[in-house]
């Protein structure tokens, strides 16, 4: 099973944030049941996910992990 | 253990206070509860202070004697206890087990936060730190995305609504509008609930708590010597504390907060009584979510009830169950340090039949939730006058 893929556990859009993310609003986080078992807080890249949909990681950035939606 | 009292009570107002700085604002709190309490400073034998950031917002660290010294409080233990948004209701669970075992007498527990001095963006990265820093905030969270996370599987799980969130915000509000120390004393309407400007979805502007300077303190004494002090003391019957993961990608399910069940199953054990009989409550409505989580975690109503139980009006000040008659975090305000001492002065208030516009007509039985961070931490307290 992979740590790459999983399940969006929940998802918020973030339109208030901190000066360091403040470039980024609005941007989605979410929480993924990673298919390895576990889950991980991550940045959602390109279409909106909701509860359910299957995501997949793409990057990992200084450590954080980017997802994006799969079919 | 021996049976410990509330004796005295203190508070600011709260609200943007600029040209107060964090002593002064503490400092009035504890003036006005030893004052209240009728005890002088040199009958205190221990301080606890309850605050969240202070270095960070002030710059000032040091802070217990910096501020039991100003109240005049010389030589005893002076102690700070940072546990985020429950830092006061952790100070005041460890002054109650000081009192309790017979280590202390007289207990002085002043909490307080003065978070104005900074910019919001700025504010809300401090209060970040009250999240796990190496995982969910850096990879962009806040704390009101947290809660918005946790609102989302709540609705996903229990179909819980918009208009579910909306009403804890209308009641606090419409609550918070009686009271002369609330920071937001306006009535706002379901359709301004609904559409606030949106922060981290579902949660809106009027889901989340304010950013607020102000102090709240209790004085603390052996129950058998309350009497040399007041007329009108108030008992602990059950206090206490319950801890649990920083980070919410950890917890197995973030529809319910473990640390709030704990707490409150041994403050019920503690105090002999159950969720039915609390006849009024003061909860952690950090934010929207956060009060409807907390009523089904008290056992006020089964998981995935909180929502209608708002709705049906059951935490109404005029409900069967009124919940944060004070207008809560929301309305009052949320100076962090200050809210678990806040909410046992506020139901003190209604104990005493003092708490004016607001009072209630039941209030010998009252319980106080006061939660850390996204539930690492929690104090649960049940007070009584029987």
Do not use: W
């Amino acid at each position: 099973m992979s740590d790459a893929t999983g399940t969006i556990y929940t998802e918020t859009v973030i339109y208030s944030t901190t000066e360091a993310f403040a470039a980024d609003v609005p941007y989605q986080t979410a929480i993924v049941s990673l298919d390895a078992g576990g889950r991980v807080t991550g940045r959602i890249l390109g279409e909106r996910v909701s509860i359910d949909d299957r995501v997949a990681r793409v990057e990992i950035r200084d450590g954080v992990p980017f997802f994006r939606k799969i079919a | 253990m021996r049976p410990v009292a509330v004796i005295g009570i203190g508070k600011t107002p709260f609200g943007a206070f600029h040209g107060r700085d964090l002593r002064s604002l503490a400092v009035e709190a504890g003036e006005k509860c030893l004052k209240n309490g009728h005890t002088t400073p040199s009958q205190v034998d221990a301080f606890f202070l309850g605050n969240f950031a202070g270095p960070s917002f002030t710059g000032q660290n040091h802070l217990a004697p910096y501020v039991s010294t100003a109240l005049g409080i010389q030589g005893v233990p002076a102690t700070r206890v940072e546990a985020a948004c429950a830092s006061s209701g952790s100070a005041f669970f460890h002054a109650y087990a000081g009192v309790a075992s017979g280590v202390y007498d007289l207990v002085l527990v002043v909490g307080v936060e003065k978070m104005t001095s900074q910019p919001t963006p700025r504010v809300t990265e401090i209060l970040a730190g009250a999240g796990d820093c190496a995982g969910e905030i850096k990879a962009g969270s806040t704390f009101a995305s947290l809660f918005a996370m946790i609102a989302r599987r709540h609705m996903y799980q229990f179909g819980t609504t918009r208009e579910h969130l909306a009403a804890v915000a209308v009641k606090n509000h419409a609550n918070g509008a009686l009271n002369p120390d609330a920071q937001m004393r306006k009535v706002i309407t379901m359709e301004q609930a609904m559409a606030g400007k949106p922060i981290a979805d579902p949660l809106n502007l009027y889901d989340c708590s304010l950013i607020s300077d102000g102090a709240a303190a209790v004085l603390l004494a052996p129950a058998e010597r309350a009497g040399e002090f007041t007329d009108k003391p108030v008992r602990i019957l059950g206090v206490a504390q319950a801890s649990d993961f920083v980070a919410l990608d950890q917890k197995p399910d973030i529809t319910t907060f473990p640390s709030v069940r704990l707490a409150s199953a041994k403050a019920y054990r503690m105090a002999g009584v159950g969720p039915a009989d609390i006849q009024l409550a003061e909860l952690h409505d950090c934010f929207t979510i956060a009060e409807i989580i907390a009523i089904e975690d008290l056992g006020f109503a089964p998981r995935g009830g909180g929502g209608p139980f708002t709705l049906a009006g059951h935490s109404a000040r005029t409900g069967d169950k009124p919940i944060n008659t004070s207008g809560g975090l929301k309305s009052k305000g949320h100076p962090v340090g200050a809210t678990g001492v806040a909410q046992i002065c506020d139901l003190v208030l209604q104990m005493r039949c003092e708490a004016g516009e607001r009072q209630v007509p039941r209030h010998s039985l009252g319980l106080a939730q006061n939660l850390g961070g996204s539930g690492a931490t929690c104090v649960v307290t049940i007070l009584g006058t029987v």
